[in-house]
C-alpha cells in the first residue's frame, strides 16, 4: 500500500497535467476534464497526505539525503504551481465566479469596446443556428456597450444569408481520441458597410478573436494609394482593355482608397500617400514633376513604376538616381507567328539581346532561349520559315489554355534566370512538351557557321519584314 501511495502522485500529476495540457492545446474545457483534474488533484493529495510527515522532515533537514520520493512530491508541487501560472499567462483568463458571468472579459476587450461609436453588428454562423459557448461570450459583448448586437445564423437554414457574407467554414468536429465534440462557425463583424471575418477551423471562437476582428473594424486602417496621369498612363477610370478600373476595385476591396493624381495641379505628392503608382506612361513625366515625386521618395515614399517597352517612357534617369536600372536586354517572344519569329530572331542577335522563344500548337510545346554570341539562334535551326500552308496556323489548328500556361511559366523561369545572371539557360536546347502523354523532350542544337544572321559571314545585317502570305502565321 505504501509503495502505491508513493506512486500516487505521479499518477495524479500525470492525469492533471494531460487536462491542463488539452485546455492549452485546444483552448477548449470540458466535464471530462474537469473530471480528470479532480481525480489527478485528489490522487496528488492523497499521496501527499500519506506522505506528510516523510516531506514535512525532508523540508526541515539541512541534509539533501532526504528520500527520492519526497523530493518528487515536492517537485510536483512546484510543477503544478508553474503550470497553473503559465496557463494563467497564455490564456489571460480571469476565473469568474458570479453566476451570470459578468465581468469577465479581459481588460483589453472592454477598452476596445469603449471605443465603439458607430453600431457593430456580429453575425454568428454555426450549424443548428445558436451556439452557447459563442451566445455566452457575445452577450458580455453586448452588455458592456449597447451599440454591440449579434445575431446567430444557420448558415443550411438561410443560405443566402451565408452566401451573401461568404461563409464557408462551420461544423462540428469529433477528436476520435479524445472524444471532445467541437461545434465551430463563423463570426462576421459588420459595421458601416464593412465587414470583418473570423473563421476557425475546428476550433472555438475566443474572446481574443473577437476583440482583434473589432479592433480592425472600428479603427480601419485605409491607406490611400494614388495613381499618376497626364502622360498617358494607365487610367484608373476606364474599363476598356487598357484600363485600370479592376485594378482599383481590387484595391478598394482590399481597404485601400484609389485616387488619380495630378503632379502638374498639385504642389507635391500628398503625405498621405503610402505608395505612388506610375502606370505605363506613355510620354516622360516633366522635370517639375520628378522633382515632385524625388522629394517624395526623399521623404521616405514609395514608388510603383510600370514601364512599357520604348517608344514608351522609360523614367530611365530619374529611376537610375534611385539605383533602378531599366533594362531593354531581355525579350520574351510568345507571338509565335512565323514572319514575327523570324524578325525578333534576327533582331536579337543583331542588337545582341537575349530572346527567350515560346510557340504552341494544340497539345505540344516548346521553349529555348537564344543567346547571341553564347549558341545558336532560331534560324542556325530553321534557316527559312515553312512554306505557306506547310504548318497549321494556331487560328486553324487551335490552342490549349492549359499548354499556354505551362510554356509561359517555362518561359517565365527563364526570364528569371536570365535577369539574375544565372547559369542553367535553354541555351542550345530546345524543350519540347507534349500534354497527351505529358512527355517533355530536350532537343541539343548547334550554332551553324553558316547561318544567315549568326554565322560567320551573315547575308542578314539589318532586320527586315518578310512578306508572308496571309496563310499562315496570323495565329497566336
Ligand atoms: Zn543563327
Given at each position: 500500500m505504501g509503495k502505491f501511495l508513493g506512486k500516487l502522485d505521479l499518477f495524479g500529476?500525470?492525469?492533471?497535467?494531460?487536462?491542463?495540457?488539452?485546455?492549452?492545446?485546444?483552448?477548449?474545457?470540458t466535464v471530462y476534464q474537469t473530471a480528470a483534474a479532480a481525480a489527478g488533484g485528489a490522487m496528488i493529495l492523497a499521496a501527499i497526505v500519506a506522505k506528510r510527515r516523510e516531506i514535512a522532515a525532508a523540508l526541515k533537514r539541512r541534509s539533501t539525503l532526504f528520500s527520492l520520493n519526497s523530493f518528487?512530491?515536492?517537485?510536483?508541487?512546484?510543477?503544478i504551481l508553474s503550470l497553473i501560472n503559465f496557463l494563467g499567462y497564455r490564456h489571460n483568463k480571469r476565473f469568474d465566479m458570479t453566476a451570470e458571468k459578468l465581468h469577465s472579459l479581459s481588460d483589453q476587450t472592454l477598452k476596445v469596446l469603449d471605443q465603439i461609436q458607430v453600431p457593430v453588428k456580429a453575425w454568428a454562423f454555426y450549424p443548428g443556428g445558436e451556439y452557447k459557448p459563442a451566445k455566452d461570450l457575445l452577450i458580455e459583448y453586448r452588455a458592456r456597450n449597447k451599440k454591440f448586437e449579434f445575431e446567430f445564423v444557420d448558415p443550411d437554414k438561410q443560405p443566402q444569408v451565408a452566401k451573401k457574407y461568404n461563409v464557408r467554414v462551420y461544423g462540428r468536429f469529433n477528436n476520435p481520441f479524445t472524444r471532445i465534440s467541437v461545434v465551430y462557425g463563423t463570426v462576421v463583424l459588420e459595421s458601416d458597410?464593412?465587414?470583418?471575418?473570423?473563421e476557425k477551423q475546428d476550433e472555438e471562437v475566443r474572446e481574443e478573436d473577437i476583440t482583434n476582428a473589432l479592433l480592425r473594424i472600428i479603427k480601419p486602417e485605409s491607406k490611400v494609394i494614388y495613381f499618376l496621369t497626364g502622360h498617358g498612363e494607365k487610367s484608373i477610370d476606364e474599363s476598356e482593355a487598357e484600363g485600370y478600373s479592376m485594378v482599383k476595385e481590387g484595391l478598394e476591396q482590399e481597404r485601400y482608397q484609389v485616387k488619380s493624381l495630378s503632379l502638374v495641379r498639385e504642389q507635391k505628392v500628398p503625405d498621405d500617400c503610402a505608395v505612388l503608382v506610375v502606370a505605363g506612361p506613355a510620354t516622360e513625366p516633366f522635370p517639375e514633376e520628378l522633382d515632385k515625386i524625388n522629394q517624395y521618395l526623399e521623404r521616405g515614399g514609395s514608388l510603383f513604376a510600370l514601364l512599357d517597352p520604348p517608344p514608351a517612357a522609360g523614367l530611365r534617369d530619374f529611376l537610375l538616381k534611385w539605383s533602378v536600372e531599366v533594362g531593354d536586354d531581355?525579350?520574351?517572344?510568345?507571338?509565335d507567328n512565323f514572319p514575327t519569329r523570324f524578325l525578333v530572331n534576327d533582331a536579337c542577335v543583331l542588337a545582341k539581346k537575349t530572346l527567350v522563344h515560346g510557340a504552341i500548337l494544340r497539345f505540344d510545346g516548346q521553349v529555348t532561349t537564344i543567346a547571341p554570341g553564347d549558341g545558336p539562334c532560331y534560324r542556325c535551326v530553321f534557316p527559312e520559315p515553312p512554306p505557306p500552308g506547310a504548318v497549321p496556323s494556331c487560328s486553324q489548328a487551335g490552342i490549349l489554355g492549359a499548354v499556354a500556361g505551362i510554356i509561359g511559366s517555362i518561359m517565365a523561369a527563364e526570364a528569371v534566370k536570365a535577369v539574375l545572371n544565372l547559369p542553367g539557360?535553354?541555351?542550345?536546347?530546345?524543350?519540347s512538351?507534349?500534354?497527351?502523354?505529358?512527355?517533355f523532350r530536350e532537343v541539343n542544337i548547334r550554332r551553324d557557321p553558316n547561318c544567315a544572321v549568326c554565322g560567320d559571314n551573315p547575308a542578314i545585317t539589318r532586320p527586315f519584314d518578310m512578306e508572308f502570305s496571309c496563310e499562315i502565321g496570323d495565329g497566336g
Open positions: 500529476m500525470i492525469v492533471l497535467i494531460a487536462a491542463l495540457g488539452l485546455y492549452s492545446y485546444r483552448g477548449v474545457w518528487i512530491s515536492v517537485l510536483i508541487i512546484l510543477g458597410g464593412r465587414t470583418e471575418k473570423i531581355l525579350i520574351l517572344d510568345g507571338t539557360l535553354l541555351k542550345g536546347r530546345i524543350l512538351m507534349n500534354a497527351l502523354d505529358m512527355s
